[in-house]
Nanobody
Framework: QVQLVESGGGVVQAGGSLRLSCVSS????????MGWYRQAPGKQRESVAT???????NYADSARGRFIISRDNAKNTVFLQMNSLKPEDTAVYYC??????????WGQGTQVTVSS
């Protein structure tokens, strides 16, 4: 059974930084994609950044240049370094894992609040 556990959320002032971590267990070997999504109150869940098992990354326009996604395959962990945070980055951030041809698995989410 796949489990994803996020940590690192919190409250930060605008312009500050946070680093989110997500540890996975029960995940499959082979090609997969891990990533981060977020959902703000009253809005749809949206992709923030993804990274493949081979290290290829993709970013939402809102995250490009400010956020960096990385992963440590040996530790089954994916990270999201968030810099120059803005109030509009306030949301619940979810970690995801998807094996090639498989379904998306989700973590429970971690709250990020950016104060102005």
């Amino acid at each position: 059974q796949v489990q994803l556990v996020e940590s690192g959320g919190g409250v930060v002032q605008a312009g500050g930084s946070l680093r989110l971590s997500c540890v996975s267990s029960g995940t499959f070997f082979g090609v997969n994609v891990m990533g981060w999504y977020r959902q703000a109150p009253g809005k749809q869940r949206e992709s923030v950044a993804t990274i493949t098992s081979g290290g290829f990354t993709n970013y939402a326009d809102s995250a490009r240049g400010r956020f960096i996604i990385s992963r440590d395959n040996a530790k089954n962990t994916v990270f999201l370094q968030m810099n120059s945070l803005k109030p509009e980055d306030t949301a619940v951030y979810y970690c995801t894992y998807r094996p090639a041809g498989g379904m998306n698995y989700w973590g429970q989410g971690t709250q990020v609040t950016v104060s102005s």
